[in-house]
């Protein structure tokens, strides 16, 4: 599978909106979207009008790069939640969601979405105490998420969790910092997702 190898914070200015890729660096001063908030390159300063086409496909980016994942991945992932019942943007959000590398970043357990998966694939967590190491593993309501017993005791990983004791997580999932656990309470609602996305784009491009 391709991956990018560019500086990530390309890719925030291209999409205008910080896809939190860098961990404490964007929540800091030193973010290129604070000081740049126009696209990279030569001609990122000009006016460019997009329409139709563009703005869904702009949607669509932005929406897989913040989760960190491939082209095949994603259309993966919209085709799942087109078969389900409900509303497809809604479902694919959800599903989105519920990604355990995204799972592990947003209760704090690491900087990143991408160092998340670093550490899922190193095989530091397991879901109702079995090994998982894929990334894309899909968290259900009732699964308890912990770090394997070693990790635990692994002084960066307790300074990691320990930084984010105070951070705010979604009310579908509960967090214990001083077990360093993670119980997924109920499956996310459209409201849950903060992200500033417009997913019913997204529906729009791939349904053509």
């Not at 669509?60 to 799942?80: A, H, N, V």
């Not at 635990?152 to 705010?168: G, M, R, Y």
Request: charged share 35%.
């Amino acid at each position: 599978m391709s991956r990018y190898r560019e500086p990530v914070c390309r890719l925030c200015r291209g999409e205008k909106v910080k896809l939190f890729l860098k961990g404490s660096k964007c929540l800091s001063e030193k973010c290129p979207i604070e000081r740049r908030l126009y696209p990279p390159g030569e001609h990122g300063r000009a006016r460019r009008r997009i329409r139709g086409y563009g703005i869904q496909l702009r949607e669509k980016q932005k929406l897989k790069r913040y989760y960190g994942m491939s082209e095949r991945q994603f259309l993966l992932f919209f085709q799942r939640a087109e078969k389900k019942r409900g509303i497809t943007g809604d479902n694919l959000l959800a599903m989105l969601e519920r990604r355990l590398d995204n799972v592990v970043f947003i209760t704090g357990f690491s900087y990143s979405r991408d160092h998340a998966r670093q550490l899922i694939n190193h095989g530091h967590f397991r879901v109702n105490e079995w090994k998982v190491n894929i990334s894309s593993f899909l968290v259900n309501k009732g699964d308890v998420i912990t770090f394997r017993e070693k990790s635990a005791k692994h002084e960066e990983l307790k300074a990691i969790v320990d930084s984010n004791k105070n951070k705010t997580v979604p009310g579908w999932i509960e967090v214990d910092s001083e077990k360093i656990l993670v119980k997924i309470l109920s499956f996310p609602d459209r409201e849950d997702i903060t992200f500033p996305v417009e997913e019913h784009l997204v529906v729009e491009l791939y349904s053509k």
